[in-house]
Nanobody, 129 residues
Framework: QVHVVESGGGLVQPGGSLTLSCAAS????????IGWFREAPGKEREGVAC???????????AYKDSVKGRFTISRDNAADTVYLHMSGLQPEDTDLYYC???????????????????WGRGTQVTVSS
């Protein structure tokens, strides 16, 4: 069965950092673009960051404006894992975070959640003092 598994969420104080992991299960990540998304109860799921397929060395990433300079997405294909390093976390970053995979090639990736078809169950990030 093909899916992804998120981990690394937790409770952190404002200004703190967390690194989320997205591990592939049942497939290899090399040919997949990966996106990170977040969703709060009653709100629409939004794209946070994405990275193109391949080894990521072509710089194919994209970020939601509000996380630029604070979040960094990276991938380790040997480990079939994509990471989201989050720093300068604020209470408004509190959400359930999901990663998703989309089989594609090319130098761009998408922050639109409907373009992805392999999803995990999410990991909760709570920013609070």
């Amino acid at each position: 069965q093909v899916h992804v598994v998120e981990s690394g969420g937790g409770l952190v104080q404002p200004g703190g950092s967390l690194t989320l992991s997205c591990a592939a299960s049942g497939f290899t990540l090399d040919n997949y673009a990966i996106g990170w998304f977040r969703e709060a109860p009653g709100k629409e799921r939004e794209g946070v960051a994405c990275i193109t397929s391949g080894d990521g060395s072509d710089g194919g990433t994209a970020y939601k404006d509000s996380v630029k300079g604070r979040f960094t997405i990276s991938r380790d294909n040997a480990a079939d894992t994509v990471y989201l390093h989050m720093s300068g976390l604020q209470p408004e970053d509190t959400d359930l975070y999901y990663c998703a995979a989309r089989r594609q090639s090319g130098s761009i990736c998408f922050l639109a959640w409907w373009r992805y078809d392999v999803w995990g169950r999410g990991t909760q990030v709570t920013v609070s003092s």
